[in-house]
């Protein structure tokens, strides 16, 4: 979603000749899993991991119907660093519906994201980091637009329930099992208007055949060091780098 980065593939549908007519086959429940690590986890271009690399697995689940459920988690570091005794993993649990209108897909759904054991509430200057989000997205032959909507506290930042990220992406077959995402997102934190923030990212992606992918990202923000630059650990955690992960998917 990540999210995120953690992410949920659109379902195509195939077509089939029947008749001398092509019909549109049913869709297909389905379920997969993936496990993966990348050498820096990147949410909303902010590093989780203290600029270090991460594993992440999830488990996705997408009935016929268009509803979908799932789980994804990631070790992280960033709870500890500001200043929490327990907290080094993120547990994402989402549910939704994925849909169509003609020429555009949609999908609207809500997102937890779980700090398992984080006791980031207890610390002076922060909330609970635990999150609940809404969130509604349209895609249009390669764009896609989405919000998400907080109904709690944000990523342990005080009195900001109603924060928003409003993201903007497209995503570029380029052949031979390449492909390029270009991305542009803007976080909102209510009540927090020196660590709100606009991240931007480039992805290329390879797709290496039975389940396998293989990522390279270039990414940055212009978030200030102020909220991103924990004095824990001295380092600033939106940074522009290069990030590179591998995925499979069975």
């Known amino acids: 979603m990540k999210k995120p980065n953690l992410s949920i593939l659109l379902a195509g549908a195939s077509l089939l000749a029947s008749s001398g007519a092509m019909a549109q086959a049913a869709p297909e429940s389905s379920l997969s899993y993936n496990a993966g690590v990348v050498t820096d986890y990147r949410y909303r271009g902010i590093s989780q991991s203290r600029l270090k ?3 992440q697995a999830g488990v996705d ?3 016929k119907s268009g509803f979908y459920v799932g789980a994804w988690g990631s070790t992280i570091k960033w709870i500890k660093d500001s200043g929490a005794t327990d907290g080094s993993f ?3 649990l989402y549910g939704g519906y994925k849909g169509s ?6 999908d609207v759904g809500m997102l937890r994201y779980e700090y398992v054991g984080n006791k980031l509430g ?4 922060y909330a609970n980091a635990n999150t609940t989000e809404i969130y509604g997205a349209l895609t249009m032959g390669m764009f896609t637009a989405k919000y998400s909507h907080s109904l709690t506290d944000t990523f342990g930042n005080v009195n900001s329930k109603n924060s928003y990220y409003l993201d903007l992406s497209a995503a570029l077959d380029l052949g031979n099992g390449f492909s390029m995402t270009p991305h542009v997102g803007r976080q909102l934190i209510k009540n927090g208007p020196t660590c709100s923030y606009t991240d931007y990212s480039l992805t290329l992606a ?5 389940g396998l992918s293989a990522s390279l990202m270039a990414v940055g923000t212009n978030a200030q060091t102020s909220c991103y630059k924990p004095s824990s650990v001295n380092k600033y955690l939106g940074k522009d780098a290069l990030v590179a992960g591998i ?4």
Request: hydrophobic content about 35%.
């Open 122 to 125: 207890r610390v002076s200057n």
């Open 53 to 55: 690399p991460a594993v």
């Open 61 to 63: 689940y997408a009935d």
């Open 90 to 92: 993120e547990l994402d």
């Open 247 to 250: 995925k499979y998917t069975f």
């Open 206 to 210: 390879k797709d290496l055949g039975k």
């Open 101 to 106: 209108a003609g020429a555009v897909s949609y």
